[in-house]
């Protein structure tokens, strides 16, 4: 395509035609940057580094801390996805290679519809179900027989913990990412399958290869897990115990950045610097899910070399 | 190609820049609040933001604006005392059909940017006015105490059935401190001689949202132990030091402590009156400055109130800064200690029209709202009634020209 000198007066039509909604989507995350950095600098420049490595919360003195946040959503969103993508990667397989074709569509489109629920409905139901019952028989007996492991090291003392958090983000992103990585391991050619079938490969074997094939999806599929997970806000700001101390355990009530913000903001503007304080929150959300997605990006890239070009 | 992407960024780069300037031409004196850059997007409230007087005056004119005689006022803030409010506006339109009122769920801080603003009338606010906010506006700007609402004490105690446990502001204190971790510890073992209490953990419940009520209920832990409870655990977002032992939570409003406390046993929490007698909440008995444990009731309520009025000032002009710790843990035997009043925030200067009709409500407020209280409200003491009615006839005076 030129720019200029175009072919006929449609193509320019056209070009103008698509310029005007891409530009509105970019000046939008321009904006976006923009605003976050202009709320947020009052508060960078009050408090400095310690707005991020800090663990205080108090708004009558005011000084603002970040990191049990920024901490708690590392922790949740990993605890999240380590549960999930395993799972995700299992129905895969099972739909793909041992499951029935009609109970196998069924299923998908069950993922698929759960995929596009709204996460409320998770949350609601997580909170009501989640605590007690991860209380009783998931934390209590790994703090007791796998208290030597440092983040099972605390004996519960309610459900509401960064824990049940992550296994409530997991509840919500498994659809997602399944319905990311069953797409993906549709979409490898159906010569590389019939391939490997033909030099006698067993169920496992194909599935080991094509879910190396895959191996960049899933990671990706992985990625947006994360960058969803860690989005996250009103479902677990209802069970995560919303206390902004640096936790040493997942057994602990702890926060999540996203949880902070929305706690926070319809009073904050009572407070001095809190607004800016919870900007400055944004801002390192935003970083978050950016080293993410570069990281994702660069091992993507590494696996796609790893595999060659299939 | 490239240079076709090279324009869009151009292009989206100019936009973002200019957008906001278009948007909001007074960005630069929106320091303080989101909420206000939101009201400010159109310029038509841009230009009612800039003063306090010149925002009355386009209040003037809107409430001119209205032809058929109808008065539109618009009132929020405080959720708290929302139920009620709403319920006396309802009754109140019922008999006065050409006054149309709104109450907006906004919260205290939001509702006075907002009255201050202009796009509200009269707000509504659980604090009163902060001294220095109330001594710039002192001569225009009124509080009137319109309610006594109260903070209860409740939890989840398997086993003690229907006793209501009794509490003191040094053991709430300590259980918040982090320092009585056990159900059982002897210092609520004492107050409680007839109640089994058992060995268990104690789970404490807080606030996770900034919120009044946990302002009221670290001033009362201050007044009643001001040894144990520092002034600077003294707040709506109070670093409570019980969080650092992992045996604590917060929820969201009152839903969400009310969710934490009955879905786990052996804790503790504090609620709004209201929510804790709308959802059948037990409710302890807290020991008041008099040293008797006393329950909320209506009664109770006033008690408190009228201890504290002696300290309030007579005119609605005055300050109220302080009115919270007068009522808060007041003197007087029957007074419940964890009592707070709610604000209406007004101007003294109205169009004719919307000064009638504020004038209107609040002596139907007096007359006959206050005797109309939903339960987990009580109606302020005589002697504060006379603050409404002292400020309907200073609008009236003051909007008569």
């Known amino acids: 395509m030129r720019v200029r000198g175009f072919k006929s007066r449609h193509d320019a039509v056209f070009f103008l035609t698509l310029l005007a909604p891409s530009t509105l989507v970019i000046s939008f995350y321009v904006l976006l940057i923009k605003v976050l950095s202009e709320y947020s600098a009052p508060a960078f420049q009050a408090f400095g580094p310690r707005l991020i490595t800090g663990a205080e919360w108090d708004p009558s003195r005011p000084a603002y801390g970040l990191l049990p946040a920024i901490l708690g959503t590392i922790a949740t969103s990993a605890v999240a996805i380590v549960i999930a993508l395993p799972v995700a990667v299992c129905v895969t397989v099972f739909l793909n290679e041992f499951c029935p074709k009609v109970m196998a569509r069924v299923l998908s489109s069950v993922i698929n519809v759960m995929a596009g629920m709204p996460s409320i409905v998770y949350g609601l139901w997580g909170a009501m179900v989640l605590p007690d019952f991860l209380k009783n028989y998931v934390m209590l007996p790994l703090s007791r027989y796998l208290g030597f492991i440092p983040l099972f090291s605390c004996t519960p003392v309610s459900g509401w913990t960064l824990f049940t958090a992550g296994v409530l983000l997991a509840v919500m992103i498994v659809p997602y990412v399944a319905s990311l990585t069953i797409e993906a391991y549709a979409q490898v050619p159906a010569g590389v399958r019939e391939a490997l079938l033909s030099i006698g490969a067993r169920p496992h074997l194909v599935c080991r290869e094509l879910l190396k094939l895959i191996a960049p999806a899933v990671v990706g599929a992985a990625l947006l897990g994360l960058g969803r997970a860690a989005g996250e806000t009103i479902a677990v700001s209802l069970v995560v115990g919303n206390v902004n101390y640096i936790p040493y355990c997942l057994f602990l009530p702890g926060e999540t950045v996203s949880a902070l913000i929305a706690n926070n903001f319809p009073e904050a503007s009572s407070y001095p610097l809190m607004i800016n304080a919870l900007y400055a929150a944004g801002v390192a959300l935003l970083a978050l899910g950016f080293v993410l997605n570069v990281a994702g990006l660069v091992l993507m890239g590494r696996w796609r070399r790893l595999v060659g070009n299939v | ?401």
């Open chain 2, 1 to 401: 190609m490239i240079a076709a992407v090279i324009i869009v960024f151009v292009v989206a780069a100019a936009v973002a820049i200019v957008a906001p300037k278009v948007l909001t031409r007074q960005g630069a004196t929106s320091t303080t609040t989101v909420t206000t850059t939101v009201t400010k997007t159109t310029t038509e409230t841009v230009r009612v933001a800039s003063t306090t007087t010149t925002a009355k005056t386009a209040a003037q004119a809107t409430a001119q604006e209205q032809p058929s005689g109808v008065v539109y006022l618009k009132m929020g803030g405080a959720t708290f005392p929302a139920p009620q409010y709403l319920a006396w506006i309802k009754e109140f339109m019922k008999e006065h059909p050409n006054i149309k009122l709104s109450y907006e769920l906004l919260g205290s801080g939001a509702g006075i940017a907002r009255f201050l603003d202009g796009t509200l009338d009269v707000a509504g606010s659980d604090p009163p006015l902060p001294h220095d906010l109330w001594a710039k506006h002192k001569g225009s700007i009124m509080q009137v105490p319109t309610l006594i609402g109260a903070v209860v004490v409740t939890y989840n105690l398997p086993g003690i059935g229907s006793k209501a446990l009794n509490l003191s502001g040094k053991v709430l204190a300590l259980i918040y401190l982090g320092k009585i971790a056990y159900w059982d510890d002897p210092r609520i073992q004492k107050l409680n001689p007839g109640i089994k209490l058992p060995h268990h953990e104690i789970f404490v419940v807080f606030r996770a949202d900034a919120s009044g009520t946990q302002q009221i209920f670290t001033t009362f832990l201050h007044k009643a132990a001001p040894d144990l409870w520092p002034e600077s655990l003294v707040g709506k977002a109070p670093a409570f030091p019980v969080k650092k032992t992992g045996r604590a939570a917060g929820g969201k409003g009152n839903p969400g402590v009310a969710q934490l406390i009955k879905s786990n046993e052996y804790s503790i929490g504090f609620v709004e009156w209201s929510y804790a007698v709308e959802n059948h909440l037990p409710i302890a008995a807290l020991e008041n400055a008099a040293g008797n444990f006393v329950k909320p009731s209506t009664e109770s309520l006033v008690a408190a109130a009228a201890s504290a009025a002696k300290h309030l000032p007579t005119t609605p002009l005055g300050d109220f800064s302080k009115d919270e710790d007068y009522i808060i843990y007041a003197s007087g035997k029957d007074s419940y200690p964890l009592v707070a009043f709610t604000h209406l925030v007004l101007w003294t200067h109205y169009s004719r029209a919307k000064a009638e009709a504020i004038a209107t409500y609040l002596k139907w407020v007096v007359n006959v709202g206050e005797k109309k209280t939903v339960p987990g409200y009580a109606p302020v003491p005589d002697s504060l009634k006379k603050l409404m009615l002292d400020a309907a006839s200073i609008i009236l005076k003051n909007s008569a020209g």
